[in-house]
């Protein structure tokens, strides 16, 4: 009986680090969670591209063209 007492599961200090370490960043998370929800992104002046990629929803070139006006290939 002894035996099985010293080694249950609430007994493992390796369980322990693992739980503390799990606990320590959802905790971490939840934290980053509720300040970038409080801290406003401040605008920046860019050129509204980032990489080559656009940064708005909608870039500054026209519709694509019609399919029926496209050049044949």
Known sequence: MAARTASAWYRQPVLWLGVFIFAGSLAGCVW???L???HA???LDTSH???GVPVGARSSAGPPPHPSTDPPR
């Open 41 to 43: 992104d401040t605008p």
């Open 32 to 34: 980053m969670i509720v």
């Open 49 to 51: 591209t980032v990489f």
């Open 36 to 38: 970038g929800a409080s």
